[in-house]
Each structure stands twice: as C-alpha cells, then as structure tokens.
C-alpha cells in the first residue's frame, strides 16, 4: 500500500501562488508515476501535472506554464508550486501515484480557493 498526504493548500488572492506537497509512504519503490488532479464543484476530475519515474513532467495544456511539478527523492514528496493563480483555479488539489501494474493511490486532497 501506498499513502499520500497533501498539503500547503489555503486562500489566496488572484495573481497569487501556493506551493502544494504530497509526501509518500509505504511500498513507495513500486510507484511509476506521481502526478496533481484537481477538481472542481460540479466538474469532473481533472489530471493538472505528472512527473514520471525518470523525473520528466508533464502538464495539462489549459495551465499554460503557469504551473511546475518537480520532486525530492529522499523525501518522497512531490510538489506543485502554482503561479499566477486565478479564480478558475479553485478546487480541491488530488496527489495520485500509479505503479506500473496500474495500482492508484489517492491523497485526500487539499483545498486551494482562489479569490478576493
């Protein structure tokens, strides 16, 4: 089993940023792929960021740059720092990880609102 634990949601004003972390534990070395889903009210889930084992990431093509995922290996967590953030933006913030048999993992989830 894997555990995920995200944090470093909050309120912020439009413009802002947030840094987010999900630290892994567990049967950690069976993880392939980490990645950020969000979802919104009344949407469907939605994948936001992924870095792969070899540390390549990947991004949702609405996010324009806006947001960078990286990783610390001795740690075990993965991070989603988030710039330029705006209102559409608000939702609640999913890690998930994913082994190459297909085993998902979920966090609980972290709430990040955008607004003034």
């Known amino acids: 089993q894997v555990q995920l634990v995200e944090s470093g949601g909050g309120l912020v004003q439009p413009g802002g940023s947030l840094k987010l972390s999900c630290a892994a534990s567990?049967?950690?070395?069976?993880?392939?792929?980490m990645s950020w889903y969000r979802q919104a009210p009344g949407k469907q889930r939605e994948m936001v960021a992924r870095i792969s084992s070899g540390g390549i990431p990947s991004y949702a093509a609405f996010l324009r740059g806006r947001f960078t995922i990286s990783r610390d290996v001795a740690k075990s967590t993965v991070y989603l720092q988030m710039n330029r953030l705006n209102p559409e933006d608000t939702a609640v913030y999913f890690c998930?990880?994913?082994?190459?048999?297909?085993?998902?993992?979920w966090g609980q989830g972290t709430q990040v609102t955008v607004s003034s």
């Open positions: 998930n990880s994913q082994s190459l048999g297909g085993d998902q993992h």
């Open positions: 567990g049967i950690i070395f069976s993880i392939n792929t």
